[in-house]
């Protein structure tokens, strides 16, 4: 074990009872509506790239708000965060934590609200946290990697809606006053009754596969892992989870409701690391009215480099179509003017904190989450999923023994269709018939 990893984190000792235990006993700290000019406090939890951006990006939104405490699994990670924070605000050694449980000790401070950064796998635990502890929250997307954990986040929303307390999620778009006022149009009529969507993430490949898979000597597997995250779907979800969420989003704010069933496909025939598939399509089915019962949504997300590439929403209506960020045929290209939507979201969650008026996001992304996870599952399995599946599965992504050695830590990657038997005219390998293929 390294040092890195001896504060809270044992390669054969990790689980999730340990993040909720660490949390057990964190002391409710007093609710209240901050008054105009008090200055507010922030703990960030999960110091890498986005964190300390997030943190910049609070302090961009209201001069008189502070980052005054750090956690993360790694001393590194925190020591670069401090620095990146510098020119802007100095944080004591005494509120940097590191370790597994870092987190709590960040809950145990007098912090007016937390902003939750790490790998989306953990994302479940320390909101629950959080709101246990009565932080106000901003969280990154996605809200979850599985089922069990959208249930988790869904039950912490409603206690923080029942405590006053607000929760804000990073999807960016719907803090965008581009999209704000697009999608206000569109629901106003002008496009007309909507009667298809389409949304994709379209994007390179993982970069530095080589040099990750060579990093590996060495390093406890956990550590690995976790320093790659967005590589296995334990971690990330899969990329149609972790990134394409941000699509489905819009297209779930736009129809005001989640889908009902989906049929999705994918495969992986380029990435060398991870575990997690270069593509998904999927159809999804969102109810309609009575005389037109559905409405069909083409997503795709691809993470191939050399492909053609497309990050956007499109909504198709009865009289027009729309991009969703400031383009309706049939009103033409609207003069909307944003500021950022990183520091924008902070600015929306700390307005929203100083009114006492707490604005409550966690069952929009835990919807648009969910809808990534019943994708994937559909994708995985070949099979048709339905929302009511998706949301009742006990589904739970949990890390692999990291007591396994390197050479079998290979991860299974799901073959669609691998319960129907093998392909016709031949006989698929032992594992392949049991459940998937070895990476
Ligand atoms: N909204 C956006 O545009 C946007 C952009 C990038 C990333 N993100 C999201 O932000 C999150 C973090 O992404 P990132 O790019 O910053 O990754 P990152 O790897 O740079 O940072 C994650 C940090 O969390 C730490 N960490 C891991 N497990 C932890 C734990 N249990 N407790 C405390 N710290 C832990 C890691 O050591 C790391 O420093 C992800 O959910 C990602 O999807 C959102």
Redesign the pocket.
Known sequence: MSDRMSRGVSRGGWSRAA?VGAAAGVSVSRLRAAEPGRALKIGL??????????ALDAMNADPNVRVVAL????AD??AR?REQLLARISIEDKYCFV??D??SKVLELDVDYVIL???????PD?LEAAVEAGKHVFM???AAVDPVGIRKVLAAGEKAASRGLAIVA???RRHHKGYIETVRRIHDGAIGRILAAQCYWNQEGPRNEARFLENRTGRPDFEWM??G??RWRWL?GDHIV??HV?NIDVINWVLGTHPTRVVAMGSRHRRLSGDQYDWFAADFVYPGDKNHQEIRVLSQCRQITGCTKDISERVVGETGVSNCNGWISTVGKLDVKSPPE?VQEHADLIAAIRAGKPINEARNIAESTLCGIMARMSAYSGKAVTWDQAMKSDEKLSPPDVKLAPENLKSLIPVPGAEAGPPRGGRAPAAARKKGVAN
């Open positions: 993040i939890i999960g110091s890498g790239a986005r964190g300390t951006g997030a956690a993360d699994l790694f990670r925190i965060c370790g597994l870092a987190f950064a790490t790998p989306p796998h953990f994302r320390h990154e997307k996605p990073g999807t960016q976790i320093r995250w967005y990330s972790e990134q941000h990183y």
